[in-house]
């Protein structure tokens, strides 16, 4: 079965740092999302991107936060100047197209530790 | 924006009881409720889905209601096993191209044999 990938599964960063994290969707997905989840809490909404732009961003997701597709394959997050409590599990996730009701597939996170 | 709340926090069962976990809604205009599994340091894993033209959806022993009305739903899990315990979130979202999937704060599901 097709999986989104993500990469690093886990980083360590300085506050203050810039940090990229990477995810490949599922290849015939169109819609891209990254989540984060703080240890032991829920799973928050960050943003939505869909052909080449933000189709939605929560208030988490502040100017702090960017996405970007590079190319045809890579989906990526970048935090520009880390915080404390950016520290969490970020998820990335797509899904297919059509109605809203297409599965969102997650991958396995990204565990990032500011220090 | 949607709000979603969910409860209980924690839910403990003896293995083969009924497990039931309820959510709310507050966005008139959603449409799809996924429920989500989620083990210990895993992804979030769907189980089972409904969209809001379906009263009730059953898959095995997981089936989920859907009341539009009253802006609720739940997941009802029969004959727990120990495997089922995890992290259950409930989630809602509209029916609009890239719209987000907001999640509920999850319930700890433990099924002790």
């Known amino acids: 079965e097709p999986e989104v990938t993500q990469t690093p599964s886990h980083q360590v960063t300085q506050m203050g740092q810039e940090v990229i994290l990477r995810c490949v969707p599922i290849?015939?997905?169109?819609?891209f999302y990254w989540y984060r989840q703080i240890l032991g809490q829920k799973v928050e909404f960050l943003v939505s991107?869909?052909?080449?732009?933000?189709?939605?961003k929560s208030e988490i997701f502040d100017d702090q936060f960017s996405v970007e597709r590079p190319d045809g394959s890579n989906f990526t997050l970048k935090i520009r100047s880390t915080k404390l409590e950016d520290s969490a599990m970020y998820f990335c996730?797509?899904?297919?197209?059509?109605?809203?009701?297409?599965?969102?597939?997650f991958g396995e996170g990204s565990w990032l530790t500011v220090v | 924006g949607e709000n979603v709340e969910q409860h209980p926090s924690t839910l403990s069962v003896q293995e083969g009881d009924s497990a039931v976990i309820k959510c709310t809604y507050s966005d008139s205009a959603s449409n799809y409720f996924p429920w989500y599994k989620q083990e210990l340091g895993k992804r979030p894993q769907l189980i089972i889905d409904?969209?809001?033209?379906?009263g009730e959806k059953k898959d095995q022993r997981i089936a989920v209601t859907l009341n539009k009305t009253a802006k609720h739903f739940s997941l009802h899990i029969t004959e727990t096993q120990p495997e089922d315990s995890a992290v259950y979130f409930c989630?809602?979202?509209?029916?609009?191209?890239?719209?987000?999937?907001?999640f509920g704060k999850g319930t700890t599901l433990s099924v002790s044999s």
């Open positions: 991107f869909y052909n080449n732009e933000i189709s939605e």
């Open positions: 409904i969209r809001s033209n379906v």
């Open positions: 989630a809602a979202s509209r029916n609009q191209a890239g719209t987000a999937l907001i």
């Open positions: 996730a797509s899904r297919e197209g059509g109605l809203v009701g297409n599965t969102i597939y």
């Open positions: 290849s015939n997905h169109l819609y």
